[in-house]
């Protein structure tokens, strides 16, 4: 699988080319600094898996996001970021990313990011899904281990967010009510929240 990776920072760059050593599956292709060059090499080459710092290669810029999960829907898209505000979380997601962790990551944890992005899975450390569904912003001691969705899981969360009860989500589903409650617990312990009304805002916010 072809990767390329976009960070302004040199030992940021660096690092990420080190872990990706790591995987077999990967072959990188490339590197930029910057906008121009990302976008360049889409268009020149196929990159299966783009590993992108937006904030330090496109100075935020959540269009340029949006233009490439747009116009490249074929390449996955993994956030490895530093500081973000929550608002800021919320318009990655929105942009249609595939995966999102932050350089507070273990380098398991991002091998098991990529393995996911480059399937398409969505992959979320929980920094980033505390950003997504807090006020708060998260402690030095936020817990960054993964929180990853199955297809069926993303679907049941999507169905809660458009308000649907549980038996009418079993109904539509084609699943048994149990089914369903089952798989609203692994959702509540995987996102580290508990109540209906925070999976509604997770699945708004995560434009689902």
């Known amino acids: 699988m072809n990767v390329f990776?976009?960070?302004?920072?040199?030992?940021?760059?660096?690092?990420?080319?080190?872990?990706?050593?790591?995987?077999?599956?990967?072959?990188?292709?490339?590197?930029?600094?910057n906008k121009i060059e990302i976008l360049k090499n889409l268009r020149s080459q196929k990159?299966?898996?783009l590993i992108i710092d937006p904030?330090?290669?496109l100075g935020f810029k959540n269009?340029?996001?949006?233009?490439?999960?747009?116009?490249y829907p074929f390449t996955k898209v993994l956030i490895i970021g530093g500081e973000y505000s929550q608002g800021d979380v919320v318009e990655i997601i929105q942009s249609g990313v595939t995966a999102f962790v932050t350089k507070h990551c273990s380098?398991?944890?991002?091998?098991?990011?990529?393995?996911?992005?480059m399937v398409g899975e969505k992959f979320f450390c929980n920094k980033v899904i505390e950003l997504m569904i807090s006020k708060n912003k998260p402690t030095e001691n936020s817990n960054?281990?993964?929180?990853?969705?199955?297809?069926?899981?993303?679907?049941?969360?999507?169905?809660?967010?458009?308000?649907?009860?549980?038996s009418k989500i079993a109904e539509k589903l084609n699943l048994s009510i149990h089914t369903i409650n089952t798989h609203r617990k692994n959702i509540s312990k995987k996102?580290?929240?508990?109540?209906p009304a925070q999976m509604v805002k997770y699945a708004v916010e995560s434009d689902l």
């Open 191 to 195: 996102l580290q929240i508990n109540t």
């Open 144 to 166: 960054c281990d993964p929180s990853v969705l199955t297809d069926r899981e993303t679907e049941i969360l999507k169905l809660i967010g458009e308000g649907l009860t549980t």
């Open 63 to 71: 269009e340029i996001l949006k233009q490439i999960t747009n116009e």
């Open 47 to 49: 990159i299966d898996l």
């Open 55 to 57: 904030k330090s290669v």
């Open 107 to 117: 380098k398991a944890e991002i091998l098991k990011a990529i393995d996911f992005a």
């Open 5 to 33: 990776v976009a960070d302004g920072h040199f030992l940021s760059r660096e690092g990420v080319k080190n872990i990706l050593l790591s995987n077999q599956n990967c072959e990188l292709v490339g590197e930029a600094v």
